[in-house]
């Protein structure tokens, strides 16, 4: 089975929070990949990336350090669209 | 087993399974089911997560529109977590390893997370708290909803289990199978215990924890004489009480021998005994308990059922079922009567400081012309079809009833012009349960047709007196002289204008205020009908002769102790087993 992973940290202000996490979920769902956020720093955690509610009780502020890893025939690209949510701040702008 | 003391509002013993009915603003008690109820709360679960997500779709269109997309974007995240597919496995698991409720379990796993949003330290997300209590509170309401659906069509017999019952849920009841009520708060003037009285079935209430203490399924007997309430009784419990229930059947069916029998003392005065309904559906229930006509047609529940205002049509309906049940008997409809209740009282943009004293009842239909206008088209269109009256509640000054008449003469011109046939001498009257039209009844008579004294009213306006606030209700006494007075002063005031009076309070349906009442020459009983058999039996068993002496004695006393102790002993000499 094809992995993905890749490591981003969260940059934009209010970290994800409702609406990011809802945008992040509905990305992950389009794929078949099962996707899993891993948090780094003082608390670590981890989270199912098609879950909203596991997403947001991660708790990942700004400048958290997240790993971003998927696992199946379209990893590859699962995690590329991921990416660029954070990379995108989510559309926050700021 | 468990014995629960509570205040008993509703006489009679029912031994019957519960229903619970959660509320979705307390915390939910955990609750098992029987292993083959599993599937249907997993069932329920299913159904509560298509309906919610349902309804938060459209909340979120309505709210873009308004508001703009951002703040619609909010309830994307409740659609989110309700597609959620980690959650609701977590919840179904729930429902099938601790054969819980699926309310439980819905609670439980929503609480969970709650609390993981409550321990964050970033107080942006942690806020975010109240989205999860507002999810969990909307998928519980329509868990608690559906069962409310499911206690209109009943299968079987059932006693229902709530922490308190709102006119909405007890309007919408399954009169034939729901046998009692238990509830954890409530007195004896509460809703359930005025709605128990009205199905006659027996009632419990103030009963504190019992929700918690009760599963859906359980045996539990409900003893409302005794204000007692046992969840899972012993064999010889079971035994005991099965006693009680054949012998209150065998005492009912004396009573009901009663039913075809007038209304009249043994010196030959008739009086009439009447029953207040709530709508058509308690017509029949009253005519086998002997009542001669309705005294009082109370017309909020049609509000209430469907929390909004009823139609002209849906009015009239009612009113027509209602006549065509009667068959040629007397119909009273009272007009609205909403407003200080805590329906209105939620409804309103700031609730009033002081509703009972504030816009309620003809106040409330005065200041809304087009709505009184609705339902006094359908009385009137329904009075073609019967013999149908019409009473205004809450009438405090001659202006105020001159002005309700006002309205039912443009309404009756209306009519006149649109070729729609109507009774032009139709009977009008009035309640007198305000103290100021009590102590001017002399004058209101001279403009209507009837008096009808509400007791429950005038008694809480003339002894300041709020009686579903615990803390007073003690205060709230019928027997108080100075109400006395004003109940004797409004019948010799109807008598002398030879108009009819009648008391659709409470108090008409306490035997122990009968031969007072008559006494006083009250001319019409109007009570709930499961009431009637008892104080006809009191007005058939005395002479008129002897009322008169009994009510000149009451009206000597002083005191409302010396009045009851008077009366029960008085009550007692004629049927002992009244009290």
């Known amino acids: 089975m094809p992995k993905a992973s890749r490591d981003i940290v969260v940059s934009n202000k209010l970290g994800l929070h409702a609406r990011p996490a809802m945008q992040f979920v509905d990305v992950a769902n389009q794929f078949k990949s099962q996707v899993m956020v891993h948090k780094g720093g003082e608390e670590p955690a981890e989270a199912d990336g098609k879950s909203v509610m596991q997403m947001i009780i991660l708790a990942a502020t700004e400048g958290t350090p997240l790993k971003i890893d998927a696992q199946g025939d379209d990893a590859e690209t699962a995690v590329n669209a991921l990416a660029q949510l954070f990379e995108d701040k989510f559309g926050e702008g700021e | ?579």
């Open chain 2, 1 to 579: 087993m468990e014995i629960k003391k509570g205040i008993g509002v509703s006489p009679g013993v029912v031994i019957s399974t519960a229903v619970v009915l959660d509320a979705e603003d307390l915390v939910i008690p955990k609750r098992i089911v029987p292993a083959d109820q599993t599937q249907v709360e997993l069932a329920r679960f299913e159904q509560a997560i298509t309906d919610s997500t349902a309804q938060l779709t459209v909340l979120r269109d309505q709210i873009s529109v308004k508001y703009g997309k951002e703040i619609g974007g909010i309830f994307d995240f409740h659609i989110g977590v309700l597609r959620d597919k980690a959650i609701l496995k977590q919840i179904a698991a729930e429902i099938n390893t601790q054969k819980t409720t699926a309310e439980y379990a819905v609670s439980t796993v929503m609480r969970r997370y709650a609390n993981m949003f409550l321990a964050m330290s970033d107080r942006y997300l942690s806020e975010r708290v109240k989205d999860i209590y507002d999810i969990e509170k909307r998928v519980l309401k329509v868990l608690i909803g559906q069962k409310q659906e499911d206690l209109a069509h009943l299968t079987r017999d059932v006693v229902v289990i709530a922490h308190d019952l709102l006119p909405s849920q007890t309007a919408a009841l399954d009169r034939l199978h729901v046998r009692g009520f238990a509830t954890d708060v409530g007195g004896r003037t509460s809703h359930t215990a005025i709605v128990a009285r009205a199905m006659g079935i027996p009632a419990v209430v103030g009963l504190g924890n019992l929700m918690s203490e009760v599963n859906g399924g359980d045996v539990v007997i409900i003893d409302g004489t005794r204000g007692v309430v046992i969840v899972n009784p012993d064999p010889d419990q079971l035994v005991e009480y099965r006693e009680d229930e054949k012998k209150q059947i065998r005492m009912e069916t004396e009573l009901a021998t009663l039913a075809t029998l007038p209304a009249q003392t043994l010196d030959g005065h008739i009086v009439s005994v009447q029953a207040n309904i709530e709508g058509p559906i308690d017509v029949d229930e009253s005519l086998i308990r002997g009542a001669e006509g309705i005294g009082l047609y109370r017309t909020e529940f049609l509000y209430l059922t469907k929390q909004a205002e009823p139609t002209e049509e849906e009015h009239f309906q009612s009113y027509a079922d209602t006549l065509r049940r009667l068959g040629g008997r007397p119909l009273v409809i009272r007009t609205l009567d909403l407003g200080a209740d805590k329906y209105t009282q939620a409804q309103l943009v700031s609730p009033e400081r002081n509703p009972f004293l504030g816009d309620r009842s003809i106040r409330m239909c005065l200041h809304d012309i087009p709505m009184f206008k609705r339902q006094l088209r359908a009385i009137m269109r329904a009075s073609v079809l019967g013999d149908v009256r019409i009473m205004f509640p809450m009438i405090s000054t001659l202006m105020e009833l001159r002005q309700a008449r006002m309205v039912l003469n443009d309404v009756m011109e209306e009519l006149e012009d649109e070729g729609i046939p109507y009774r032009r001498e139709i009977p009008i009257g009035m309640m007198i349960e305000v103290p100021s039209a009590a102590l001017m009844a002399t004058d209101f008579a001279k403009e209507v047709n009837f008096f009808s004294i509400g007791t429950n009213d005038l008694i809480q306006y003339t002894l300041a007196v709020d009686r579903t606030n615990e803390k007073v209700a003690g205060l709230f006494c019928p027997a108080h002289p100075s109400v006395l007075r004003l109940i004797r002063d409004v019948i010799r005031a109807g008598v002398r204008s030879g108009i009819s009076v009648s008391v659709c309070g409470e108090m008409a349906g306490e035997p122990l205020y009968t031969l007072l009442l008559l006494g006083l020459g009250l001319n019409i009983f109007s009570m709930n009908g499961p009431d009637i058999p008892e104080v006809k039996k009191v007005i058939r068993s005395t002479s008129m002769e002897h009322a008169k002496l009994v009510a000149r004695r009451v009206m000597s006393f002083d005191s409302e102790r010396q009045v009851m102790h008077f009366l029960r002993e008085e009550t007692r000499k004629i049927i002992p087993e009244a009290f």
